[in-house]
C-alpha cells in the first residue's frame, strides 16, 4: 500500500506523440514568420538555406541529449545529464546557464506578443497583455501536465492550419505568374554569396531559431516511457519543424523574393498580404500571437519550471520550489516563481537584450553537454572499440561542440559581459550552497 503521507511525485501522462507535439509548440512551427525579414536581410534571400544549415548544426547537439535521456530519464534536462556524467558542481553550472534560456525565454516571448497585441489593438497598453498572458500560462501549467499538452495541441492545431492556408495561397500565387513566377532553386544557393562569412551568419540565426527541441527532456519524469521516447521526439521535433521553416521560408522567398526592399519586421507577412490580401496578413498575425503567447510560452514555462525543480530537490536552490502540487501533480511554486519572473522581465527589459542572454545561456549549456558525452562514454566508460561507438561518443558531440563554440566566440562584447556576470553569479551560489564546493547534494533516486 501507497503511504499516504509520501512526497507526491510528477504525474506520468505524456506520450511520445505528446512530446513531440511540445517540441513542435516550443519551437514554434511558423516562428519564421516573425524574423523572415531580418533573416532574408542577413542571408542575401537565402532564408531557406539558412535553416537548411540550422538544422545539420543543431543535430548533433540534439543526438547527445538523445544519448543522455536514454541514460538519464529524470526532470532537469542539461542540469540533470551534466551533474550524472561529471559531477553536481559542473552540473550546477550547466543548469545554472541553460536557466538563461529557460528563465528569460517567456519574458522575451511575452514582450513579442505584447508588441503584436499592441499594434492590433493600440488602446490597450502592453503591460496587460503581457500579464494576461502570464496568468494563463500559469493556470494551465500548474493545472496538469496533461491540460498543457491539451493546449499545445489545440495551438498547434490552429498553427498547423494558418501554414497550410499560407502555403496553399503561396504556391497557387507563384504557379499563375506572382513572385518569381516559378519554383526556382535560388533561394537554396547563389554560389557567389555563399562563403564562410555567410555560413557563419547562419549559423548563429540558426542556433538561436531552433532553441527549444531540448526542453522536450525536461519532462522526462511526466512522459510514459522516458528512455526511448524522449530522445526520440527530440529528433524527430527538430526534424519536422526544420522542414517546415525550410518549406514556409522558401515560399515566402519566391513571393517576395527582392530582399534588399523587405521590410525586416514585416517582409512575411507583407508577402501573405501579397498572396492573399489584408484577411491572410491578419491571420497570420493573429495565429502568431497565439502560438506565442500561449502555446509557445506556456512550453517555455512548463520546461522552466522543471529546471529549477529539478536543481532545488538536489538543494542548489531553496527547497520550496521543489515542492509538487499534492492534486495537479506539478511543480507549481516554481511555475508560478517563472511567471513572476518573466512579468518583471517582460516589461523591463528590451527584446534584444533578452535574446542575448537566452543565446548566450543555451550555447554554453549545450557545449558543455556536448564535452560531458565525452567525458562520460568515450573517456570514462571506455565505450570506443567499434567505428560506431567512436563516430556516436567522440566525433557527433565533438562536431557539435566546434559548431557551439564558433557560434559563442562570435557573440558581441556586450553579450559576453552578461553572459560571464551571470556564470560568476551562478559559482558564487555554487560555494555557498556546497561549502565552498566541498559537500555534494543528495542524489535524487526515482523508483
Known amino acids: 500500500m501507497k503511504n499516504a503521507s509520501a512526497e507526491p511525485t510528477l504525474k506520468v501522462a505524456l506520450?511520445?506523440?505528446?512530446?513531440?507535439?511540445?517540441?513542435?509548440?516550443?519551437?514554434?512551427?511558423?516562428?519564421?514568420?516573425?524574423i523572415f525579414g531580418f533573416v532574408s536581410k542577413?542571408?542575401?534571400?537565402?532564408?531557406?538555406?539558412?535553416?537548411?544549415?540550422?538544422?545539420?548544426?543543431?543535430?548533433?547537439?540534439?543526438l547527445s541529449y538523445r544519448k543522455m535521456s536514454r541514460r538519464y530519464p529524470i526532470a532537469g534536462s542539461v542540469y540533470a545529464y551534466?551533474?550524472?556524467?561529471?559531477?553536481?558542481?559542473?552540473?550546477?553550472?550547466?543548469?545554472?546557464?541553460?536557466?538563461?534560456?529557460?528563465?528569460?525565454?517567456?519574458?522575451?516571448?511575452?514582450?513579442m506578443t505584447a508588441t503584436w497585441c499592441t499594434d492590433l489593438l493600440p488602446f490597450i497598453p502592453g503591460w496587460v497583455w503581457v500579464a494576461f498572458f502570464m496568468l494563463t500560462n500559469c493556470?494551465?501549467?500548474?493545472?496538469?501536465?496533461?491540460?498543457?499538452?491539451?493546449?499545445?495541441?489545440?495551438?498547434?492545431?490552429?498553427?498547423?492550419l494558418a501554414l497550410i492556408v499560407f502555403l496553399v495561397v503561396g504556391i497557387n500565387y507563384i504557379a499563375h505568374g506572382g513572385g518569381v513566377g516559378e519554383f526556382t532553386m535560388t533561394p537554396f544557393y547563389q554560389p557567389n554569396v555563399i562563403n564562410p562569412q555567410f555560413i557563419g551568419t547562419a549559423v548563429t540565426i540558426a542556433a538561436l531559431s531552433f532553441l527549444g527541441f531540448d526542453g522536450i527532456s525536461t519532462l522526462a519524469e511526466e512522459a510514459k516511457n522516458p528512455t526511448k521516447d524522449i530522445g526520440k521526439a527530440i529528433i524527430a521535433a527538430l526534424f519536422i519543424v526544420g522542414g517546415l521553416f525550410i518549406l514556409q521560408c522558401y515560399i515566402a522567398t519566391l513571393i517576395q523574393p527582392d530582399f534588399m526592399k523587405m521590410d525586416a519586421d514585416s517582409a512575411f507577412f507583407d508577402a501573405a498580404f501579397l498572396a492573399g490580401g489584408a484577411p491572410l496578413k491578419i491571420f497570420l498575425l493573429i495565429?502568431?500571437?497565439?502560438?506565442?503567447?500561449?502555446?509557445?510560452?506556456?512550453?517555455?514555462?512548463?520546461?522552466?519550471?522543471?529546471?529549477?525543480?529539478?536543481?532545488?530537490r538536489d538543494h542548489f536552490l531553496p527547497s520550496m520550489f521543489a515542492k509538487i502540487h499534492p492534486t495537479y501533480r506539478t511543480p507549481w511554486i516554481s511555475t508560478i516563481a517563472i511567471g513572476a519572473l518573466s512579468?518583471?522581465?517582460?516589461?523591463?527589459?528590451?527584446?534584444?537584450?533578452?535574446?542575448?542572454?537566452?543565446?548566450?545561456?543555451?550555447?554554453?549549456?549545450?557545449?558543455?553537454?556536448n564535452i560531458s558525452v565525452i567525458w562520460m562514454f568515450f573517456i570514462k566508460e571506455?565505450?570506443?572499440?567499434?567505428?560506431?561507438?567512436?563516430?556516436?561518443?567522440?566525433?557527433?558531440?565533438?562536431?557539435?561542440?566546434?559548431?557551439?563554440?564558433?557560434?559563442?566566440?562570435?557573440?558581441?562584447?556586450?553579450?559576453?559581459?552578461?553572459?560571464?556576470?551571470w556564470l560568476v553569479i551562478g559559482i558564487v551560489i555554487g560555494m555557498v550552497k556546497t561549502r565552498f564546493y566541498k559537500r555534494l547534494p543528495k542524489p535524487v533516486v526515482l523508483s
Not at 506520450?15 to 516573425?34: E, N, T
Request: charged share 10%.
Open 139 to 160: 493556470w494551465v501549467n500548474i493545472r496538469g501536465i496533461e491540460n498543457t499538452a491539451k493546449a499545445d495541441i489545440f495551438i498547434f492545431s490552429i498553427s498547423a
Open 82 to 111: 551534466v551533474n550524472k556524467a561529471t559531477n553536481p558542481h559542473i552540473g550546477f553550472l550547466a543548469g545554472w546557464l541553460i536557466m538563461m534560456d529557460y528563465l528569460f525565454a517567456p519574458a522575451l516571448l511575452y514582450a
Open 343 to 369: 512579468l518583471v522581465l517582460g516589461l523591463s527589459l528590451s527584446i534584444d537584450f533578452l535574446a542575448k542572454l537566452i543565446n548566450f545561456g543555451a550555447m554554453s549549456s549545450f557545449i558543455i553537454l
Open 287 to 312: 495565429v502568431n500571437i497565439l502560438a506565442v503567447g500561449i502555446a509557445n510560452t506556456l512550453a517555455a514555462q512548463a520546461a522552466a519550471s522543471r529546471i529549477v525543480f529539478g536543481m532545488a
Open 42 to 62: 542577413e542571408s542575401h534571400g537565402m532564408a531557406p538555406l539558412v535553416y537548411v544549415v540550422g538544422v545539420a548544426c543543431m543535430i548533433f547537439t540534439a
Open 382 to 421: 571506455k565505450r570506443r572499440n567499434s567505428v560506431r561507438e567512436i563516430i556516436s561518443n567522440l566525433l557527433f558531440p565533438l562536431i557539435g561542440t566546434a559548431i557551439l563554440m564558433y557560434v559563442w566566440v562570435n557573440f558581441d562584447s556586450a553579450t559576453m559581459k552578461i553572459g560571464f556576470t
Open 15 to 34: 506520450s511520445y506523440k505528446d512530446l513531440v507535439i511540445y517540441g513542435l509548440v516550443f519551437m514554434v512551427i511558423i516562428a519564421p514568420m516573425s
